[in-house]
């Protein structure tokens, strides 16, 4: 179950020139290696929720990617691209001798860690892909699917403002929470570490790689789709997702039909956060996953 607890070390790593910061729990070869959502997110709600992990015998490493948390945060919109971003997990890799990594992309994470095992097959040794997708353009029209649920009327005045570029209106905006409400966290109240990572987003990344916000896809991501080179990726693979998440499990479910090596698991009372809203399912998942792994005899 996951806890706060304190990083037995922290990390100063140098990426385009500036400072990225990473976070060490426990220690030994085998290595989970964290992936935020985003972008622009701190890393402490995913950091949190699997520094647990330590406790059973595994190195967990997490880090705030550059623009983000503790990490330099340059205002170039030229840094904010998926190619600097693998470059930037690739660095963080080498720079903390982890070998070959158990890499755990969530949400945005997710598309990340499928780019750095297409890019960097070599690094990785098995792959978790949590609440993501492999195929924007798919992901928009679940997306679209979900606002529906609110009604005609209000899609309608949605699409209106998106139009007229009033997003701030408060009835837009009570739209979007509404959504967020069903389909981010499920929680009454969202845990400390989710508030942590959202008080302090930098809207920078995320405007520019994605859009305006979690139902609107605008950025230099919006074509995005690694669909057809799924294949590609040999390693042991596990999606997780909720039946309510945004990220839909018509997602998932086209992301395994692509994986050679790759098993699914919905849990069905969470959206986009399982770990949170559902603990008690998400963490027997992912630890009967890790320790099949472990044992397999793969380096």
């Not at 945060?73 to 903390?96: C, G, I, K, N, S």
């Amino acid at each position: 179950m996951w806890s706060e607890i304190q990083p037995d070390k922290r990390h100063d790593i140098t990426v385009n020139g500036y400072n990225v910061v990473a976070w060490e729990f426990g220690e030994g070869d085998d290595v989970v290696l964290c992936l935020n959502g985003g972008p622009g997110l701190p890393c402490d709600y995913l950091r949190e929720a699997h520094s647990c992990l330590k406790q059973q015998g595994y190195r967990v490493v997490a880090f705030d990617q550059l623009g983000t948390g503790q990490s330099d945060r340059p205002e170039d919109p030229r840094f904010w691209t998926m190619e600097r971003y693998v470059q930037e997990v690739e660095t963080v890799r080498r720079a903390l001798n982890l070998g070959k990594v158990h890499l755990l992309g969530h949400s945005w994470g997710g598309w990340l860690a499928i780019e750095v095992a297409l890019h960097h097959p070599g690094a990785i040794r098995s792959l978790i892909l949590e609440n993501t997708v492999a195929d924007m353009p798919h992901l928009v029209q679940e997306l679209n699917r979900l606002r529906e649920a609110l009604g005609p009327e209000t899609v309608a005045m949605m699409q209106r403002y998106e139009a007229l570029g009033w997003l701030d209106h408060p009835q837009y905006q009570a739209a979007v929470t509404l959504l967020n409400y069903r389909h981010v966290c499920r929680l009454d109240v969202w845990p400390a570490p989710i508030k942590r990572s959202l008080d302090n987003w930098n809207m920078g990344p995320y405007e520019t790689m994605q859009g305006p916000n979690e139902f609107l896809y605008t950025g230099n991501l919006k074509d995005w789709d690694r669909s057809a080179d799924l294949h590609m990726i040999k390693v042991p693979t596990l999606i997780t997702t909720g039946q309510h998440d945004e990220l839909t499990p018509a997602c998932a479910m086209k992301m395994k039909q692509g994986l050679p090596q790759a098993e699914i698991h919905v849990f069905p009372n969470s959206s986009h956060m399982p770990f949170y809203e559902e603990p008690q399912a998400y963490y027997p998942v992912l630890l009967d996953f890790l320790e099949r792994q472990r044992n397999s005899g793969g380096d």
